[in-house]
């Protein structure tokens, strides 16, 4: 296996101190002791509610040949393999920045209120059809999961695809000034983090930080179908940079036309900016047809040719929680869950509720379980009542409610709509799944905090996958 990193190079990236390393290289970057691969650098950071360094004996045991150590806490931890540096977080953001200088690759970074991991996953699906791609795991996206993950960078990738993430001001700055990225996107912006926030526009201008790591002669592309859109061009005509928006808009520098959808996914005309293809996706919904447009528009500036995202993008699904739908059981009248299970906010909320409505039962009943949308702040809610409306829309038989907000729109659905409501959302999870019958189609989607994945997974293993 090539190494990621000589022992020489983290020294000289980090500044730290080696002691009792006898191997001369490290084959990976973990931080997770419970994920160690044999060879790997175990680098002991401090969490919310744990402190990696607890855990730097098991990880050694595990197969790592060193742990990166604050000084601090190297005390005790006397006759193991070291590298000791003054905070073993700023050592990983030394080791991501020498990653990056070393790196020849074309990079891209997405951020957004919707639709970042699903985008990001997208360009790296199209990106490695063409080359050696690496990207972010996950939703690695904050002030550790970023510097990890370009870290983690092999010296000969030629692309490269990081999410970004945050819930403050200030956060996205030092995050794409790490990445360095050729090509920014921006997805959308939305009422999440409004707790946070003062207003939407706020976010916009969060959002808009990733144009400060932008590297000379770089582009943003910008989702155009959200009402700050003039705010984002206006941010990036300040900062000179170069941008393509896209989406349904009628004023996008490249439109989506003619939209045709189905529970296999979707299609329409992508025209501007050079371009008049047919894009097609694999997972149903506008939303997801404007994700696969997004991809397609920061692949072909990192140098994919058109054709290639298109084959690719064609074929591609959701990722895991993010709207991936399952057939199980018997044909034809499977059970078919839509798992949207990992996070929420209202843009979000509603562009689910659209592709449920549009998905037929197979003989069954259409179930709802809505979970809810966390970090809106006073108004929220305000924010899920307003939510009545596409529910309605989307036409389910039966609707089950997680979470204190969700209380909220519980009395404005009609009387025998709401199948139940629990506060704690794991205290109706059996109810759920034992209330459910081949032919039935359901759809889960929450904020991830209320762990709604459980459910899906609890669904999964009762009805045959």
Do not use: C
Not at 128 to 152: D, K
Not at 190 to 205: G, K, N, Q
Not at 244 to 252: E, K, L, M
Not at 409 to 430: D, K, R, S
């Amino acid at each position: 296996m090539t190494p990621l990193y000589s022992i020489a190079e983290i020294i000289a990236a980090t500044g730290g101190e080696a002691l009792n390393v006898a191997a001369d290289a490290v084959s990976s970057i973990s931080i997770d002791s419970r994920e160690i691969a044999p060879g790997a650098l175990f680098v002991a950071i401090r969490g919310e509610n744990f402190d990696g360094h607890d855990f730097v004996a098991g990880a050694i045991e595990a197969g790592a040949v060193a742990a990166m150590v604050s000084a601090e806490r190297a005390e005790g931890l006397e006759g193991l393999p070291l590298i000791v540096v003054r905070d073993a977080l700023e050592g990983l953001y030394g080791l991501a920045r020498f990653s990056r200088e070393r790196s020849k690759a074309r990079v891209v970074a997405v951020t957004g209120s919707v639709g970042k991991t699903s985008v990001k996953e997208a360009i790296r699906a199209v990106m490695a059809a063409h080359g050696r791609t690496h990207a972010s795991i996950r939703s690695f996206n904050n002030h550790w999961g970023v510097p990890l993950m370009v870290a983690r960078m092999p010296a000969d990738a030629e692309y490269g695809v990081f999410e970004i993430g945050m819930s403050a001001a200030g956060e996205i700055t030092p995050l794409s000034q790490l990445v360095r990225p050729h090509v920014a996107v921006i997805t959308t912006v939305a009422p999440a983090h409004l707790e946070f926030f003062a207003s939407e526009a706020a976010i916009a201008d969060a959002k808009a930080e990733i144009l400060a790591g932008l590297e000379p002669g770089g582009q943003v592309i910008l989702g155009a179908d959200h009402p700050n859109i003039g705010r984002l061009r206006d941010h990036a005509r300040s900062a000179g940079v170069d941008a393509v928006t896209y989406g349904f808009d009628a004023q996008a520098d490249v439109r989506l036309e003619g939209y045709r959808g189905s529970a296999e996914g979707g299609g329409a005309r992508l025209s501007g900016n050079g371009l008049d293809v047919e894009l097609k996706v694999a997972t149903p919904g506008r939303h997801t047809l404007a994700n696969g447009a997004g991809a397609l528009l920061a692949a072909r500036e990192a140098g994919v040719p058109v054709e290639v995202a298109i084959s690719v993008l064609a074929r591609h699904g959701a990722p895991e929680g993010r709207g991936l739908a399952y057939r199980l059981g018997p044909e034809p009248n499977p059970l078919v869950l839509v798992d949207e299970s990992y996070n929420a906010n209202p843009a979000s909320m509603r562009a689910a509720l659209d592709v449920f409505g549009q998905m037929k039962a197979q003989g069954g009943r259409r179930v709802l379980v809505l979970g809810d949308m966390r970090e809106l702040g006073a108004g929220a809610d305000e924010l899920h009542r307003a939510l009545v409306p596409a529910i309605l829309a989307a036409a389910p038989d039966a609707v089950w409610l997680a979470g204190a907000h969700m209380e909220a729109l519980a009395g404005l659905l009609p009387e025998g709509l709401v199948a139940g409501h629990a506060t704690v959302a794991e205290e109706i999870f059996q109810r759920i799944a034992g209330g459910l019958a081949y032919g039935d189609l359901i759809m889960i989607k929450g904020s991830n905090s209320l762990r709604l994945g459980a459910l899906a997974g609890e669904i999964r293993s009762r009805f045959g996958q």
